[in-house]
């Protein structure tokens, strides 16, 4: 696959038929000054020196070295391959709760925006290992796969938002069932999932869901977020003021509290273990010693390589095309003035 870093420069190669048109014209008007100047016969013999062929290699010459200038201005790249790096870690999902009750803020700033910093931080120490990321709500979706490029994992961690499952509710067993269907268990790796939420589960049931992971090899750790007396949920306008908390259909505020007996039971199951979010700890670190101290296992990844830049490809020779067109003399050479037909027949004439 080929494109161009800097395809604007592209347009300089619309100079290239101007040059001919203006070139034609003046090969034109040099034609018909010398038939007013005299005889045919006459002028060659005073410009015998002067070629035309030369003057139209010095020409070509210089067409051509701006054409590759252009090319190469443009930067072609020449696409990706595909080859396969080994690398040796563990396979990490990370559930992130994103329902609207992570908005409370007995964790500062927020419960979610606490859970996001850790996961960056996580990403940001992470070393062969491959991490991916399962959003949640009222349903489970996967944000992104299990992948060792964390410059694109970080980029999707930030554009996580309460809104980014439409669905409300809190369904911890539908984000543990989700990353059960999203590793491959033909692969030999170590397989964790962490899961960051305030444990109000409101949808199916999250304990037969960790059962069913932990069946298959999966190490549960889990993360509270919140606190057990609870914190309101606040709402904010479209300009970022908080104009209330979320009340119910009754009108009362609804307090949103930590459930860690829900959490410390998944991560029982699941053999991990249970870390409750403060505002100082980050405990993604805390688990991450722990999966460190896990047997590590081989694997193949297969990332894409960079473009790689040909824009030498085209400067170097247009480079020896101008220096070649300034020394390459107009005037012909000497064996081509002996050879000259037209001086013979003077000569012959004389």
Same mark, same amino acid.
């Given at each position: 696959m080929i494109r161009f870093a800097?395809?604007?420069?592209?347009?300089?190669?619309?100079?290239?038929?101007?040059?001919?048109?203006?070139?034609?014209? &003046? $090969?034109?008007?040099?034609?018909?000054? $010398?038939?007013?100047?005299?005889?045919?016969t006459m002028f060659h013999r005073l410009a015998e020196r002067s070629s035309g062929v030369r003057r139209m290699m010095k020409f070509v010459l210089l067409v051509a070295g701006i054409s590759l200038v252009s090319v190469g201005l443009a930067n072609p790249q020449i696409g990706t391959?595909?080859?396969?790096?080994?690398q040796e870690g563990v396979d990490i999902y990370i559930a992130l709760d994103v329902s609207l009750s992570m908005k409370a803020e007995d964790i500062k700033p927020n419960r979610l925006e606490k859970?996001?910093?850790?996961?960056?931080?996580?990403?940001?120490?992470?070393?062969?290992?491959?991490?991916?990321?399962?959003?949640?709500?009222?349903?489970? &979706?996967?944000?992104?796969?299990?992948? =060792?490029d964390y410059s694109a994992a970080n980029l999707f961690v930030d554009i996580i938002d309460v809104g980014s499952v439409p669905v409300p509710g809190?369904?911890?067993?539908?984000?543990?069932?989700? =990353?059960?269907?999203?590793?491959? &268990?033909?692969?030999?790796?170590?397989?964790?999932?962490?899961i960051m939420t305030d444990g109000e589960n409101t949808e199916g049931d999250d304990i037969e869901a960790a059962q069913e992971a932990a069946k298959k090899g999966v190490l549960l750790y889990t993360i509270g977020l919140g606190s057990p007396t609870g914190a309101p949920i606040p709402v904010y306008n479209a300009s970022g003021q908080q104009i209330d908390f979320k009340r119910?259909?009754?009108?009362?505020?609804?307090?949103?509290?930590?459930?860690?007996?829900?959490?410390?039971?998944?991560?029982?199951?699941?053999h991990g273990k249970?870390?409750?979010?403060?505002? $100082?700890?980050?405990e993604l670190d805390e688990i991450y010693k722990n999966i460190n101290a896990l047997q590590k296992r081989e694997f193949g990844v297969k990332q894409?390589?960079?473009?790689?830049?040909?824009?030498?490809? &085209?400067?170097?020779?247009?480079?020896?095309?101008f220096l070649l067109e300034i020394v390459l003399s107009e005037k012909a050479a000497l064996w081509i003035r002996r050879w000259n037909p037209?001086?013979?027949?003077?000569?012959? =004439?004389?």
């Open positions: 800097h395809p604007e420069y592209l347009y300089l190669l619309l100079l290239v038929p101007v040059m001919i048109a203006t070139f034609w014209l &003046f $090969s034109r008007m040099r034609v018909a000054a $010398s038939k007013r100047f005299g005889a045919v391959r595909l080859e396969e790096v080994k859970a996001k910093l850790e996961l960056r931080n996580l990403i940001g120490r992470l070393t062969g290992d491959r991490v991916g990321l399962i959003v949640f709500a009222g349903e489970a &979706f996967t944000q992104f796969p299990l992948t =060792a809190t369904a911890i067993g539908d984000a543990i069932d989700r =990353a059960v269907e999203s590793f491959d &268990f033909t692969d030999p790796t170590t397989k964790v999932l962490v119910d259909r009754s009108g009362a505020v609804v307090v949103s509290k930590l459930d860690e007996a829900g959490l410390e039971h998944i991560a029982e199951i699941g249970y870390f409750r979010g403060t505002n $100082s700890q980050d894409f390589t960079d473009y790689e830049s040909r824009y030498q490809w &085209f400067l170097v020779p247009a480079v020896l095309m037209l001086r013979r027949e003077e000569e012959e =004439a004389t």
